[in-house]
């Protein structure tokens, strides 16, 4: 499954826990689409996650560490938002090979 938000003009507000309930998601790619707020926790329970996309909003707080389930995930866009911090769990993603976000992972 994917799911394409990107530049469509909509203002999601927050992200929903209910996306955790998209299990078979690969794509989620949603930029500049006013998203506010912090990610919620059962992000981590989309396990098929390839390509997470959630740069130029206002995103803040700290990604959560349920993040880590994710390890899947090749690509995270999270650049142009709100003081994000980045979980130590996040950092340890194997299979990340794109990472843009404007915070960097905690020292060890």
Do not use: W
Request: charged share 20%.
């Amino acid at each position: 499954e994917n799911l394409y938000l990107a530049d469509s003009g909509a203002a999601l507000g927050t992200i929903p826990a209910t996306i955790g309930n998209l299990e078979s998601l690969t794509h989620f790619l949603a930029s500049k689409i006013h998203a506010h707020g912090t990610l919620p926790s059962e992000l981590g329970q989309c396990t098929s996650l390839k390509i997470l996309d959630l740069s130029s909003n206002q995103l803040e707080g700290r990604l959560p560490s349920e993040l880590g389930n994710l390890v899947s995930l090749r690509s995270l866009y999270m650049k142009e938002n709100n003081d994000l911090e980045v979980a130590p769990e996040v950092c340890r993603l194997a299979n990340l090979k794109a990472f843009d976000l404007e915070a960097q992972c905690p020292a060890s």
